[in-house]
C-alpha cells in the first residue's frame, strides 16, 4: 500500500487556493470586492439583480429576467406539495426544507428565482397571511418585496436591489465552498443549493443582522452610543455588525449599502435608523481601537443590511433568508465552474491520534 504524505497544513484551509473564479475576488487588506469585473460599489448601485445574474451566467440581462421570473412561478407552483417545509419556525430550515423539493432539472436562475418565492410564502406563513403569487413582469427584487408585504414602492425596491447585488458572492465563503464541494462529488445543482443554505445557516458565516437592530434599539440616541458599547465590551460581548475575518478595512459592502440607504431617504422615504447607525459606528471604531489597537476591526455588511433590510419593511425573520436568496445566484455559478474546470475536493487530514501497539 503506497501512503501519500501531506506536510503543507492550514487549520480551516485559510490561504488555501481551492479553485480559479471569474466570479468575484475580495481584496481584505484594500477593501474592495469585485464582482464578474465590476467593483461592488459601481455595480449595486447602478444594475439590477437580474444584470448581476446575466453578468455570472453569461447571459442577456432579459434572459436571466425571464429565468428568474420563470423560478418565482416554480416556487409558487410547488407550495402546495412542501408538505410541512414551511412550518418551521426559523426561516433558514424552512428553506432548507422547501428548496429540497425543487426538481433536479431546474436551471440555475429558475432555483435562484424559486428560493425567492418560498422565503416570502414563509414569512406570510409565519404572519398569518396566504402566499402571494408572483409578478411575472415585475423585477426580482420588487417582486419578492411584494411578495413579502403585499406591496413595493420604486423607491424601496431599489434599495432592496441594491442589497441583492451587493450580496449576490464573496469569494470561496463557507457556503459556496459548500456548494462545490458537493457538486465536485456529481451530485446535482439542487443538492448543492441545500447544502449551502445548511453552511449559510451557522451563525458564524451568515451572520445574525437583527442584532444589530436590537444594539441600535438599545442605545437609542447618538449621545448614549460610546457608553453602551464599552458597557458590551467590558461584559464581554462583542459589538454586533463590527469586524470581518477577511477585511481589514471598513468592509466595501457597508459603504454601498449606506449609500442605498442615502438614496431611499433621498426618495421620502426616511429610515430613523440610518443616523443613528452612522453615530454607532463612529464610536464603535473609537471603543474598539482603544481596546484592540493591534485589530481593525471596522463595520462589516451586517451593520447596514439590518438597517436597509428594515428599512424597506422586511421582518428581522426573514433577514438570513433574504440573504440566501440573493447568494444562491452565486452558490449556482460556481457550481457551473466547478462542473467545468474543477475535480473531486477531497482535502487531506493530518492523524494525531494514538497508533496500535
Same mark, same amino acid.
Given at each position: 500500500m503506497t501512503t501519500t504524505k501531506t506536510t503543507l497544513m492550514s487549520n480551516g484551509l485559510e490561504g488555501v487556493i481551492a479553485a480559479e473564479t471569474r466570479l468575484?475576488?475580495?481584496?481584505?487588506?484594500?477593501?474592495?470586492?469585485?464582482?464578474?469585473?465590476?467593483?461592488?460599489?459601481?455595480?449595486?448601485?447602478?444594475?439590477?439583480?437580474?444584470?448581476?445574474?446575466?453578468?455570472?451566467?453569461?447571459?442577456?440581462? %432579459?434572459?436571466? *429576467? @425571464? !429565468?428568474l421570473a420563470r423560478g418565482r412561478l416554480l416556487g409558487f407552483d410547488k407550495l402546495p406539495r412542501l408538505g410541512d417545509a414551511l412550518d418551521a419556525k426559523d426561516g433558514m430550515d %424552512?428553506?432548507? *426544507? @422547501? !428548496?429540497?423539493?425543487?426538481?433536479?432539472?431546474?436551471p440555475p436562475l429558475e432555483i435562484v428565482g424559486a428560493l425567492a418565492t418560498l422565503a416570502a410564502a414563509w414569512s406570510r406563513r409565519q404572519a398569518g397571511e396566504a402566499a402571494l403569487p408572483p409578478d411575472a413582469t415585475a423585477d426580482h427584487a420588487s417582486d419578492y418585496l411584494r411578495m413579502v408585504r403585499g406591496t413595493a414602492t420604486p423607491a424601496t425596491a431599489l434599495a432592496l436591489n441594491a442589497y441583492l447585488v451587493t450580496v449576490i458572492d464573496h469569494g470561496m465563503n463557507a457556503s459556496t465552498f459548500t456548494a462545490r464541494v458537493v457538486a465536485s462529488t456529481g451530485s446535482d445543482l439542487v443538492s448543492s443549493v441545500v447544502a449551502a443554505i445548511g453552511a449559510l445557516k451557522g451563525p458564524l458565516h451568515g451572520g445574525a443582522p437583527g442584532p444589530v437592530l436590537d444594539m441600535l434599539d438599545a442605545i437609542g440616541e447618538p449621545p448614549r452610543a460610546e457608553a453602551w458599547l464599552e458597557g458590551e465590551l467590558a461584559a464581554g460581548r462583542r459589538l454586533m455588525g463590527m469586524g470581518h475575518r477577511i477585511y481589514r478595512v471598513r468592509d466595501p459592502r457597508a459603504a454601498v449599502l449606506e449609500r442605498a440607504l442615502e438614496r431611499l431617504e433621498s426618495s421620502g422615504a426616511r429610515s430613523s435608523r440610518l443616523a443613528l447607525a452612522r453615530a454607532v459606528e463612529h464610536a464603535a471604531e473609537g471603543v474598539l481601537s482603544k481596546r484592540h489597537p493591534e485589530r481593525a476591526l471596522k463595520a462589516n455588511v451586517e451593520f447596514y443590511t439590518a438597517v436597509l433590510l428594515d428599512a424597506v419593511g422586511l421582518p428581522r425573520t426573514l433577514f438570513s433568508p433574504t440573504f440566501a436568496v440573493a447568494r444562491a445566484a452565486g452558490w449556482c455559478a460556481h457550481v457551473a465552474e466547478q462542473r467545468a474546470h474543477g475535480r473531486l475536493i477531497r482535502p487531506a487530514s493530518r492523524y494525531v491520534g494514538r497508533m496500535p501497539g
Open positions: 468575484s475576488d475580495v481584496d481584505g487588506e484594500r477593501g474592495r470586492l469585485i464582482l464578474c469585473g465590476h467593483d461592488v460599489e459601481e455595480l449595486a448601485l447602478r444594475a439590477s439583480f437580474a444584470e448581476a445574474c446575466g453578468l455570472f451566467f453569461e447571459i442577456p440581462t %432579459a434572459d436571466a *429576467a @425571464a !429565468a %424552512a428553506l432548507r *426544507a @422547501a !428548496a429540497a423539493h425543487l426538481p433536479d432539472g431546474a
